[in-house]
């Protein structure tokens, strides 16, 4: 079974994959080469995979890692991904939107 923190990262690795198979080859080799060499490109994609991760149900696993992460004594920035405030946020709208969309099927 998995932990919480591995579901997240295996979640998230998957977005990434999705997100370049969606792509041409061209596109693809391209991307991977703005990812490689740009700071703000990558830090993009990665808050952008982040924000997937939370869409598909997966907020409360990279609230778990981003708190596991701390108790090892590592940080998460901008670069990284999303903030834990903005993991939070996003996680508390899904919800919120989830149980909305939930009451208006009944």
Request: proline residues 1%.
């Amino acid at each position: 079974m998995l932990t919480l923190p591995k579901s997240s990262r295996i979640a998230h690795e998957l977005c990434h994959i999705d997100a370049d198979l969606r792509l041409g080859v061209f596109q693809r080799q391209l991307a991977w080469e703005r990812y490689s060499q740009s700071r703000w490109y990558r830090m993009r994609e990665e808050r952008n995979t982040e924000r997937r991760v939370i869409e598909l149900g997966y907020g409360e696993c990279l609230l778990e890692l981003i708190r596991y992460a701390r108790r090892l004594g590592y940080s998460f920035e901008r670069e990284h991904g999303l903030l834990y405030a903005e993991v939070l946020r996003a996680e508390a709208l899904r919800a919120c939107n989830s149980r909305m969309a939930a009451a208006n099927r009944y």
